[in-house]
């Protein structure tokens, strides 16, 4: 019954051109309601049309509906502590907040197309936002950092205390501790196309249940598909799809991507370089650099 | 010692102004105008200063000094008083405009001036001490109780409080019976006392100040009630600087906080002491006369002026300076930047110069001034270059925070003279010389600033594995209850910082004495997970911090290890020997 996660044989040409295909709609849906987005509409109102949109240009499933974060929502202020619930917090899901100009947010979506999944973050502003330009151009480092770390075959939860690392050097909060089991990265998997779409509190039902049949797999091989700073990712980078998620918080202001590495038996490479923040750095003449 | 003063009579309307001059009239003219109960007097002190370098005019207002009284109550309108101003700078600079500097009264009546439309191109420039203008402070006051936040209630009603003075003016014969019956006399005696100012002898003569306190009621009596009433919107083109003594007791600092709507060229500062700052610091204000002066003639702002220029939506820290030592990281960052959030102007000293660097960068990002220093704080040198650069560069700071320091635990016996002299070094040497280098510049420049020491839950927790750091943290504790004794009568408090075990770069770095490399590593990565799982957030302690210093507390304790700890070394002292036992280190 249980099958064994994606093989670097397993994941051929024509699998990771799907993943590209659907992680490039995904970004094209948060560019294009990005681009529609005025002050006065509600996280629910833009979560809404990201959606409508994913529809559209046929998505068919989830691995979890679109969200939307606004101002400091964007830094999950407020989400810690006692009230955070370890990650399973309704705060997430999207408010009645209202964007006004100059305010940062966030779009994250996840659709499903056929057997393939994507998970991507985008974010901007409505107005000019220094604070997120900073943000978003020191993102690139850990871009860098992340992906020569893990050629380096370094194991994963030191490649999340790396990162870390670079934010306590930068000044920022390491955001994505607020996610559930403080996940830096999380496993993607293929779809098998027999299973019936059922969305449960906003999350597909089919992608949870690959990534809980990891959970049990990887216990028996050792590795974890939750990609965290702590014990359980003390392992080799395992050959697969990760849906890397690195979100720097400052003072009020978030920002993240998300976008798939593709991790084999030796090397690991990101799915697609050209992505939305890649062009932006271009754009700003920020580069990539592995710190 | 006392510089030569020529007097001549002005003619304004009905009555005679004496006006009295000094310095060379070629230069530029500085208008000093007095309030009540004084007269030109009260001006000598800093006349003197300035003359040096202006042309410096004084006046004894109408009903003051040797200046007539007019015969009925309508004489001491603020009209009139405007009046006299204008007569008064036509006759000693015709043709330039002169620099208007007033006090209390004084004020209040320049304010008129320096909003009448006719006046404005004959003054270049005004510093406003303790005298908010009648129209002004009406709206102020009307805004705040109409307002429905209890912030702003407390903001109006603390004014109103202060200002039981001016109802009792408006009782009939009692007021005139306190000056009768020898309040002039002891007029003196009460300035030193309640204000720390230092009457000049020209000033003391009682019968003078029971004369001018007499008359001068009647400028409470003709102004207040109508101005207060019903309030117009004044505004001017003049650029004003205010200065503002923090522990005045008849006018609150609040009270120009909505000034900028009227004032678009505004510029705040605050002096320590009371409400005659021109008595108790005369050289704080001539120094801050002679500076804004200079910038009105010449255009090229000084950066300590562009620092206090109030901005549109200012923070509560604008205007003010902030020093951090050891702010390339923990809690130095977050302490800083939490100030840089509030407005100020914020100087990030580091060891690393890039950590240094990123913080000012990160500052600027909320907006705030930034410099950033690479300086060893242990080095007396190095210290005192870096202070008389800064100083030089932006004047002396409001906060000092010295945080910088280093992590260390091992044996005693196995601590070597190296160690030790580099542990103490920046832990102890570093809080010295930032304390003694700034706090110099503080008390100079009449600054009612905060120093801020960082010590530590070490201070009172005995161990036999931390006996060099414990020992630095403690010197730092009785360090600053002495100075906090010594500084107190300049009005710059000491601030005590003791934090239990905050997740910070020093965990990270804490050196232990008497080990191997690796093990060294290994410990270190262990005590990290440790402090780690206390997630104790630098930002916690930077956020008392603050507190502290906006409430002008003593010591402050951050974190259940700290509160424990100090609660244990009271009660049961024997328990934290029996504690000190126990190696806690991984």
């Given at each position: 019954m249980s099958r064994s996660p994606v093989s670097p044989a397993a994941l051929t040409t024509e699998d990771l051109d799907g993943f590209r295909r659907v992680q490039c709609l995904a970004y094209d849906c948060a560019e294009a309601v990005a681009a529609d987005m005025r002050p006065g509409m509600t996280e629910r109102q833009v979560a809404a049309q990201m959606k409508c949109w994913l529809l559209d240009h046929?998505?068919?499933?989830?691995?979890h509906q679109p969200f939307a974060w606004f101002g400091d929502r964007t830094a999950f202020?407020?989400?810690?502590?006692?009230?955070?619930?370890k990650g399973f917090n309704p705060a997430f899901f999207p408010s009645s907040r209202r964007l006004e100009a100059g305010m940062p947010y966030i779009l994250d979506c996840a659709p499903t197309v056929g057997i393939y999944t994507a998970d991507i973050g985008y974010c901007g502003c409505v107005g000019a936002s220094p604070v997120l330009d900073q943000l978003m151009d020191d993102l690139l480092e850990y871009r860098a950092l992340i992906l020569a770390l893990v050629r380096a075959r370094r194991p994963l939860s030191e490649v999340s205390q790396a990162v870390d690392a670079l934010c306590m050097r930068h000044g920022y909060?390491?955001?994505?501790?607020?996610?559930p089991f403080q996940v830096l990265a999380h496993r993607v998997e293929k779809l098998d196309p027999a299973d019936k779409p059922l969305s449960i509190f906003r999350f597909g039902a089919r992608n949870i249940r690959e990534l809980l049949r990891d959970v049990v797999i990887g216990r028996r091989e050792g590795w974890s598909p939750l990609w965290s700073s702590?014990?359980?990712?003390?392992?080799?980078p395992t050959p697969g799809l990760w849906a890397v998620e690195p979100h720097l918080g400052y003072r009020g202001t978030g920002a993240k991507w998300e976008e798939l590495l593709v991790v084999t038996e030796d090397d690991a490479f990101w799915?697609?370089?050209?992505?939305p923040h890649m062009r932006r750095g271009a754009i700003r003449g920020v580069r990539e650099q592995a710190a | 010692m006392s510089v030569p003063v020529s007097s001549q009579r002005v003619a304004s309307g009905d009555v005679m102004l004496s006006v009295y001059r000094r310095g060379d009239a070629r230069r530029p003219t500085v208008l000093l105008v007095h309030g009540y109960p004084d007269n030109a007097t009260t001006w000598q002190p800093v006349a003197d200063l300035l003359a040096a370098d202006f042309h410096v005019v004084t006046y004894d207002v109408r009903g003051a000094g040797a200046s007539d009284r007019p015969g009925a109550r309508a004489g001491y309108r603020l009209e009139k008083l405007a009046d006299d101003l204008a007569a008064v700078i036509a006759t000693v600079s015709p043709g330039v405009p002169v620099h208007l500097v007033a006090h209390d009264w004084g004020s209040i009546q320049s304010w008129e001036a320096v909003c009448r439309d006719s006046l404005q191109a004959r003054i270049a420039s005004f510093t406003s001490i303790s005298g908010p203008g009648l129209d002004h402070a009406g709206t102020w006051l009307r805004r705040r109780l109409l307002s429905a936040s209890p912030r702003a209630w407390r903001e109006g009603l603390g004014q109103v409080l202060r200002s039981w003075y001016v109802v009792f003016f408006h009782l009939p014969f009692l007021p005139a019976l306190a000056w009768r019956l020898g309040l002039a006399g002891l007029w003196p005696r009460l300035m030193r006392r309640v204000e720390g100012a230092a009457v000049p002898a020209a000033a003391r003569p009682a019968a003078q100040r029971r004369a001018d306190g007499l008359a001068g009621l009647d400028l409470y009596r003709a102004n207040f009630l109508p101005r207060l009433w019903r309030p117009q919107r004044r505004t001017t083109r003049v650029p004003v600087q205010l200065l503002v003594p923090v522990n005045e007791h008849y006018v609150s600092p609040h009270i120009h906080d909505d000034l900028p709507d009227a004032v678009p060229r505004l510029w705040r500062r605050e002096l320590a002491g009371g409400h005659w700052p021109q008595l108790s610091r005369p050289q704080a204000v001539a120094s801050c006369v002679a500076e804004f002066v200079r910038f009105a003639e010449s255009g090229d702002e000084p950066l300590s002026l562009r620092r206090v220029r109030v901005a549109g939506g200012a923070g509560r820290d604008h205007g003010r300076l902030v020093i951090v030592t050891?702010?390339?990281?923990g809690i130095g960052r977050e302490t800083l930047l939490d100030f840089a959030q509030r407005g100020a102007c914020v100087v990030a000293v580091d060891i690393s110069l890039m950590a240094a660097e990123r913080t000012a960068m990160l500052a600027r990002l909320l907006g705030a001034e930034a410099h950033a220093f690479r300086v060893d704080v242990g080095s007396a040198a190095a210290m005192a270059a870096f202070a008389a650069e800064c100083e030089h560069l932006l004047g002396a700071p409001d906060v000092v925070v010295n945080n910088a320091g280093i992590g260390m635990a091992g044996a005693f016996l196995q601590t070597e003279a190296a160690d030790w002299e580099r542990l103490l070094g920046v832990n102890l040497m570093g809080v010295i010389h930032g304390s003694r280098l700034f706090g110099r510049q503080m008390v100079a420049a009449g600054k009612a600033g905060h120093i801020v020491n960082v010590a530590s839950a070490a201070a009172f927790s005995p161990n036999r594995a931390m006996s060099a750091y414990a020992t630095s943290k403690a010197a730092v504790f009785m360090l600053n209850d002495c100075l906090r004794a010594e500084l107190a009568a300049q009005g710059i408090g000491v601030v005590t910082v003791c934090p239990g075990f905050v997740d910070t770069a020093i965990s990270t770095s804490i050196q232990f004495l008497g080990v191997s490399e690796r093990e060294q590593a290994r410990k270190r990565s262990a005590s990290q997970r440790l402090y780690q799982l206390r997630n104790l957030s630098p930002k916690t302690v930077a956020a008392a911090i603050l507190a502290a210093v906006d409430s002008d507390r003593a010591i402050v304790l951050v974190g259940i290890e700290a509160w424990s700890m100090r609660l244990l070394q009271c009660l049961a002292p024997w328990l934290t020997r029996a504690m000190a036992r126990i190696d806690p280190t991984p």
């Open positions: 046929g998505v068919t499933d989830w691995f202020h407020g989400f810690s502590g006692l009230g955070h619930l909060e390491p955001r994505h501790k607020a996610y702590g014990r359980a990712s003390n392992h080799p799915l697609d370089d050209d992505v | 050891g702010a390339g990281s």
